[in-house]
């Protein structure tokens, strides 16, 4: 059972480079959520997905988008990274939104835009 | 509007003495509690939540929690801290109202616990 994946694990990229991090859960969860952590900043959701075939923005949604390719996986992109997107990004997992149901966390992906 | 105060940015503790780490919350309608720990180059680990029922939540690695409807406060404790317990440490309320923004969990920023030996 690994819980929840991310890669890369890091990731450098120039101004205005795209990308995508790649999230996947095995535990059988509804709900997939990104996060993105900063230092005095805590935790901001950027996106959720309740449930398969659904997406909602969270605090922070700008300069992102999001994929539910299916009930394991939830993808983030970056269309046209930018400096102030330099962070430290946390996919995480539970079984609904809402509710009593705590989260589970990937190990991160700590990206630096130049 | 839901928010959550972890009012000390960092904790400093002796290896052996007890441990609190404070957390007051405010949401519409009676809460759901819980306790994060962030250990260094780390994803986030669930330690422990109060949803109903006793006040007092135990939870993993000798970690408990007392929740104060009153004070609306949900303090983690523990009575004799380890060296190994050092880390960052983040309190999270969701409303019961299980609708619309309600449904969110609501982070605070988290307090970094130090314990010396």
């Known amino acids: 059972n690994a819980g929840v994946t991310q890669t890369p694990k890091f990731q450098v990229l120039k101004t205005g480079q795209s990308m995508t991090l790649q999230c996947a859960q095995d535990m059988n969860h509804n709900s997939m959520y990104w996060y993105r952590q900063d230092p005095g900043m805590g935790l901001r959701l950027i996106y959720y997905s309740a449930s398969e075939g659904t997406t909602d923005k969270g605090e922070v949604p700008n300069g992102y988008n999001v994929s539910r390719l299916n009930k394991r996986e939830f993808s983030l992109r970056l269309e046209s990274a930018a400096p102030s997107q330099t962070s430290v990004y946390f996919c995480?997992?539970?079984?609904?939104?809402?509710?009593?149901?705590?989260?589970?966390f990937g190990p991160g992906t700590r990206l630096t835009v130049t | 509007a839901q928010s959550v105060a972890q009012p000390e940015d960092q904790v400093n503790v002796a290896e052996g003495n007890p441990l609190t780490v404070k957390c007051t919350y405010s949401v519409s309608g009676n809460p759901y509690l819980f306790w994060y720990v962030q250990y260094p180059n780390r994803g986030l680990q669930f330690l422990l939540k109060y949803i109903t029922g006793d006040n007092l939540v135990k939870g993993s690695y000798g970690f408990e929690a007392e929740f104060n409807k009153s004070q609306t406060s949900f303090h983690l404790k523990k009575p004799s801290a380890l060296v190994s317990d050092s880390a960052l440490y983040f309190c999270a309320v969701r409303s019961t109202y299980n609708a619309g923004n309600n449904r969110k969990l609501i982070w605070g920023l988290g307090t970094s616990l130090a314990v010396n030996p």
């Open positions: 995480a997992s539970s079984e609904i939104t809402g509710g009593l149901y705590e989260q589970y």
